[in-house]
């Protein structure tokens, strides 16, 4: 190969990759293949998008067919039939008072898609002065500057903190090892986090917010699940003060959880979802912002013709992603994919809990199919020994995901029984050989 400098890697060290590559070359249902031909087990579905598995027959001939019949179709002023069907499909399984689709090309775009929908309908019912963010610690909203800014990881924020939205607050995070150590679902403690939002709204004043983002749950900061009742008192804060609930569901939408989303999962309706991933089980980059009918009307309710919110990307609703996204969307619903994983994740869960006692674990927890087993991290190297785990199991054929010394889990929803036995296997020995 050559040299491998010119790819200036995301959210990696490239220099300690390019010393030694972990490359993946060909993938199909629950493997990726090495360039020696050696199958990898997936289990984070790429990075939690995959959830149709890899390469499904009928997305790949949807991407291929549209790629001959028609390779872009602008949506500024013109469109292409099957965007529209996209949108009549997604919002079939949306809930009942969100029948709106906004076209974007990945999380972060459909954060800050999200973000600039809620301040602008705010000034669009008059209530201008509503313009902060309220976001969490250890939130991870994308990498756009609004994601950045309502976003909770420090390392996200550091070198680019000049550049943070004003007005920005932040709920607390609610990892509580202490409390909800080893916790099966939702966890017990720390309802009290949520009241933190009243907290905060009194200090800035509800006038002046528009909008609370957190993702139901957090998957990127390590999969920290909320308490019982926590998103529900979110809800309840937020309409007693007039202010947004915007759901981050990147990760939890289409079916991780088992529900479409977890706003149906939870019982908790937020007023705009950001989805990307799983939109499209990642084989075209594409998100999508489901907006509330309230919202929607509001911008369309104004007389005249004008355009009605300043906002779109040229690839919004790209024919290649809309096909990939119509054809993920069936194969979900005709092979019941949502369904399997509230059968899969008992035995994800026992899996992953048969973990505790391992060398280095100090915590494991999950929800549907997101876990994680977080390890003590090395006395004064935080992530050293994350990226050890993520080599040896690189090595011994297995795919998970590290933030710092935690590893996370999402695999595609069409795993079995077999590969929550293999990939535990391989975890646990993973951990002592570390
Ligand atoms: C909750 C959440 N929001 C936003 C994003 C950003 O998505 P993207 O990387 O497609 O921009 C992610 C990505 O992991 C995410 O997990």
Known sequence: MKKMDSFWMPFTSNRAFKEKPRLVEKAEGMYYYKPDGSKVLDMVAGLWCCNAGHNHPKIVEAIQGQAARMDYAPHFNFGHAAAFEAADMLVDITPDHMNHVFFTGSGSESVDTALKIALAYQRERGKGTKNRFIGRER???GVGFGGISVGGIPLNRMQFSSAMLNGVDHLPHTLDIERNGYSRGLTEHGIEWADELERILMLHHPDNVAAVIVEPIAGSAGVIIPPHGYLKRLREICDKHDV???????????????????????????????????????AVPMGAVFVADKIYDQFMAKPGSAIELFHGYTYSAHPLAVAACKATQ??????????????????????????????????????????????????????????????????ADLMIRLTGDTIAF????????????????????VLRSV
């Open 139 to 141: 939130g991870y909203h």
């Open 244 to 282: 947004l609930l915007i759901f981050d569901e990147v990760i939890t939408g289409f079916g991780r959880l088992g529900s479409n989303f977890a706003a149906q999962e939870f019982d908790v309706m937020p007023d705009l979802m950001t989805t990307a991933k799983g939109l499209t089980s990642g």
């Open 330 to 395: 069936k194969v979900y619903k005709d092979e019941g994919i949502f369904e399997r994983v509230n059968e899969l994740k008992p035995i994800f869960e026992d899996g992953l809990h048969s973990l505790k006692g391992e060398p280095h674990v100090i915590d494991i927890r999950n929800y549907g199919l997101m876990g994680a087993v977080e390890m003590a991290p090395d006395e004064g190297a935080p992530g050293a020994k994350g990226m050890r785990v993520l080599q040896a199991a690189f090595d």
């Open 410 to 429: 999402s695999p595609p929803l069409i795993m079995e029984e077999e590969h929550v036995a293999t990939a535990i296997d391989k975890v646990s020995q």
